[in-house]
């Protein structure tokens, strides 16, 4: 089994990742989840997430993997009891308290051991293994070697996981306490401030009025905050070493991010699995990877140890996304205005719901599932009602454009540059 696990911060990206390829998606409710700043699913959003997941194929991962203090175990019990008979396909945990009381109230849920736990040795999996975990989410820090390892001392029927693409911590594994020191805000339970990758300055005590920024060369440095993983240029590599799940980070990024991403790892897993003897990889989906918001791309820690390669950004800030400027939604051909043309010299009539503002004349691309960008030029544009406009300025508003090419709801169209 080969399997492609999206995020899914809310319902709308979860439906972009279902509509994208992927396999599975992992999420969290208001409780006990390591992303409380996402917006989350409630126990009634997270039953209906299940079952529209399901009715397409696809498995639901609910992340339980804060690290709760005592006097919240009587809460956590509560919601494990609330969500038993949702259908949910496995729990994501990490501490051994919120593991037994899974196994005590949840008896039949399959547990997901998360990247929390910090698994770096085929001693700790085993370990996991006999607490009845069915799945090991390896720690972010290891080597391709070291995975192969470890998936050598597992039973056959224990699966592992990787991240394979989006945001790292300098901390190892996430196990990290700077936010709770510097905020109060808990990184372990959900609430990271993230002020690794805050800019810091040394000061003098005698010079308080004199801070000195922090510098390795002539760009400066930000000395905590991790460079992103992309692993998709090595993705033969990942499967030759026994992982099962791939695992892409972001469940705080947005729905053209989620879509994005999910469909170039699906066409290049897709592509490697129907040919792995032949296959080749496509530089265009290193391409579609860099179009959304992403700090310097590296590939983690799989070929290189953390001790010669800390993996540090040498910039501020993200390299940011193309413009997301609508997607498409679904229509009859009833309700296209009766002035307009179904189709003509300059392509088909798509109804979409603007995002960004999108004008005549922008260069555009629309990505679907299996496709990566293709070109479109704005044209034409007409409101809902079938007038033209020179612009589609607001937020959801419903526009009217042609394309030299089908738009099937779902689609997404965003501009050429970024």
Known sequence: MLELLSP?????????????????????????GMRSA????TNEELKDAVIYAHERGVKVYLTVNTMPHGYEYERLREYLISIKDFGIDA????????????????????????????????????????????????????????????KKAIPEDVELEAFVHGSMCVSYSGRCMLSHHIIGRDANRGACAQPCRWNYKIVEEK????????????????????????????LPELIGAGINSFKIEGRMKSAYYTAVVTNAYRMAIDAYLANPENYKFDERLYTELESVSHREYCTGY???????????????????????????????????????????????????????????????EVISPGYIGRALTVTELYDDKGEPIESAPHPFMRFWVRAPFEVKEGDIMRSAER
């Not at 899914?8 to 006990?32: C, Q, T």
């Not at 996402?38 to 699913?41: E, G, K, L, S």
């Not at 899974?102 to 736990?117: D, N």
Request: aromatic share 8%; charged share 25%; hydrophobic share 45%.
């Open 8 to 32: 899914a911060g809310n319902f709308e990206k979860m439906k972009s990742a279902i509509r994208y390829g992927a396999d599975a998606v992992y999420l969290a409710g208001h409780f006990f």
């Open 38 to 41: 996402a917006d989350n699913f």
């Open 91 to 150: 729990i994501i945990a990490a501490d051994l308290g919120v593991i037994a009381t899974i196994k005590e109230l949840l008896p039949e849920m399959e547990i997901h051991v998360s990247t929390q736990a910090s698994i770096v040795s085929p001693a700790a999996a085993l370990a996991y293994v006999a607490l009845g975990a069915k799945r090991l989410v390896l720690a972010r820090e290891l080597t391709l070697e070291e995975i192969k390892e470890i």
């Open 207 to 234: 010079r308080p009025d004199m801070p000195l920024p922090i510098e390795e060369n002539e760009l400066g440095t930000f000395i905590m905050s991790s460079k992103d993983m992309c692993t998709i240029e090595i």
């Open 302 to 364: 799989y070929l290189d140890e953390p001790i010669d390669e800390a993996q540090l950004t040498s910039d501020v800030g993200y390299i940011r996304d193309k413009a997301y400027f609508a997607t498409a939604v679904e229509y009859s051909l009833n309700d296209i205005p009766k002035n307009l043309e179904v189709e003509n010299e300059n392509g088909r009539l798509a109804l979409f719901m603007q995002k960004n503002k999108v004008s005549v004349g922008d260069g555009a």
